[in-house]
Structure formats: structure tokens, C-alpha cells
């Protein structure tokens, strides 16, 4: 399958919202546990806490992500407890045993196509460590991908969304929008094809990427976004972050309006 967006339509939608990201970034990290970590001290922590979020994210990237490099060969107890400080402190995500964890990011970083399952979780130690070429994953920013690829007619394929717990993503249901503009896709010939338990997951082959492909094409897409869209500031070009962090921003407030604003115009 040949993946091809016109990434024009889509760096347009992005740049209304770009200069406003300082302000749009909100998550906020808890750090405390990175001393015990040896990653940063207690001076250091008191002082990335008077940051701003945004401020605080970028200078986390730039600390944990280089800890996690130093100590991915040389250090395995100390970089399997940052890999989880990243995964359930920083990303919140408490649901899975550490054994279980731990073997799925040994998994992700040891392939180019790594299994879908988890990926939010996953994909969170990747970007840390290598932001150059690895995002995060997750379901807001494959929801506000999606939405620009559907609202913009920006391409004939959409991204599958991990699982989320934002309930306005939830009740505006991004997969539903993308099913019926596609309508097409999913008219049976006859009534009794409806009877085939694989239906919609057939139909679904023709406008949704292979889960399979999805966090490749992901990395590809926003490679080539952040070029466009940060365009002679180097560090932005290269650290796909912060487009991440745009689209993860904007997902549940500024891409909701739209959404909202679209179908009732």
C-alpha cells in the first residue's frame, strides 16, 4: 500500500495553532521520583516546577532522554525505572504489571515496526530517547491527525486510535465521522452480507492503515510535517516532539470546536 497525503493541506491547518503551543501545552509531569532516579536533583526539580508546562515537557525531553541513552547499555535496573517513570508518572498509565511493561518496550525499541498493542505506551520511551525519529502514539494525536485528513480531504487514508479516556473524543467518535464520509466503502451489495461477523473490519482494510504499519507511517508523516511546519528553526525541525505536542494540544478543545462547528455550519 502507497500512503501519500497532501501535507500542504494539513501544515495549514497546523500553522493557525503553532505560535499559540507554549500556551496550548498543559500536561502536567510529575517529577519527584527523578531524584531517586539519579536524573535530577532536588535544586533541579524545585526549579523545573516554577516552570511552565511547556517549558517544563522541553526540558524534561532533553534530561530523561539522554539519561535513558546513557544508561540503555550500561545501567539495565536504572533504565527499566526510568522506562516506567515515563510510562506511569509521567504518561499515567498504571494498568499493566512492570514485567509486562519492561518486555514491551524491549519489544518496541528492537524493531522498525513494532507491534501495535500498547503502542501509547510504548511509544512514549521511544520518543524520549530518540526524538528525532520516534513520536508518541497515542490517541489524541492520531485524533486530531484523522480530523485534518478527513475535514481537509488531505488524504484517503486515517491513522487507528489507540484506546483513550478523554470523554469528548469518546462522544464525538472519530472512526464513525471517517466511516460515514466513506460511506461508500461500507454499502453492502445485499442485506445478507451484513451477516458476515467481518464486515466492517473488511470494509475498514480500505481507508484505515494496517495496525501493523501504522506507527511507521505515523514517524513519516510527522517527519515530513515538521519540516514544513518549522521551517528554518532547526531544533524544531528535528525534534518531532513538538509537532506531537501540537497535535496532542489541540486534540480535545480547538479540534472539538471544529469538529463541532463542521457538522453544524
Not at 534530561?63 to 546513557?70: E, N, S, T
Not at 505536542?245 to 489541540?250: G, N, V
Not at 480547538?254 to 455550519?265: K, L, Q, R
Request: proline content about 3%; charged content about 30%.
Amino acid at each position: 500500500m502507497i500512503i501519500n497525503f497532501e501535507l500542504d493541506k494539513i501544515v495549514k491547518y497546523l500553522e493557525k495553532h503553532k505560535s499559540d503551543l507554549p500556551i496550548l501545552y498543559k500536561w502536567k509531569a510529575k517529577i519527584d521520583t527523578l531524584v531517586e532516579l539519579d536524573t535530577l536533583t532536588i535544586k533541579q526539580v524545585i526549579d523545573i516546577n516554577k516552570l511552565t508546562p511547556y517549558e517544563k515537557e522541553l526540558q524534561l525531553k532533553k534530561i530523561v532522554g539522554k539519561k535513558l541513552r546513557d544508561t540503555f547499555k550500561t545501567d539495565t535496573d536504572l533504565f527499566n525505572k526510568l522506562c516506567l517513570w515515563i510510562i506511569k508518572d509521567w504518561g499515567g498509565i498504571n494498568t499493566a504489571s512492570d514485567s509486562d511493561t519492561i518486555y514491551l518496550i524491549k519489544e518496541f525499541l528492537a524493531k522498525d515496526k513494532p507491534v501495535f498493542k500498547r503502542i501509547a505506551s510504548a511509544s512514549k520511551v521511544g520518543a524520549f530517547m530518540f526524538p528525532e525519529r520516534n513520536v508518541i502514539y497515542d490517541s489524541r494525536v492520531a485524533y486530531t491527525l484523522n480530523w485534518i485528513i478527513l475535514s481537509e480531504n488531505a488524504g484517503q487514508y486515517f491513522f487507528p486510535i489507540p484506546e483513550g479516556r478523554n470523554s469528548k473524543m469518546s462522544a464525538f467518535d472519530l472512526n464513525v465521522l471517517i466511516r460515514l464520509k466513506n460511506i461508500s466503502n461500507y454499502k453492502p451489495t445485499n442485506i445478507e452480507h451484513l451477516d458476515h461477523k467481518r464486515f466492517i473490519k473488511n470494509a475498514d482494510k480500505q481507508i484505515f492503515i494496517d495496525n501493523k504499519d501504522a506507527y511507521y507511517e505515523l514517524n513519516t508523516l510527522i517527519k515530513m510535517i515538521s519540516q514544513r511546519l518549522w521551517m528554518g528553526d532547526n531544533e524544531k525541525e528535528q525534534n518531532l516532539y513538538y509537532t506531537e505536542m501540537l497535535l496532542f494540544s489541540i486534540a480535545d478543545r480547538e479540534v472539538i470546536m471544529d469538529i463541532a462547528s463542521y457538522y453544524s455550519s
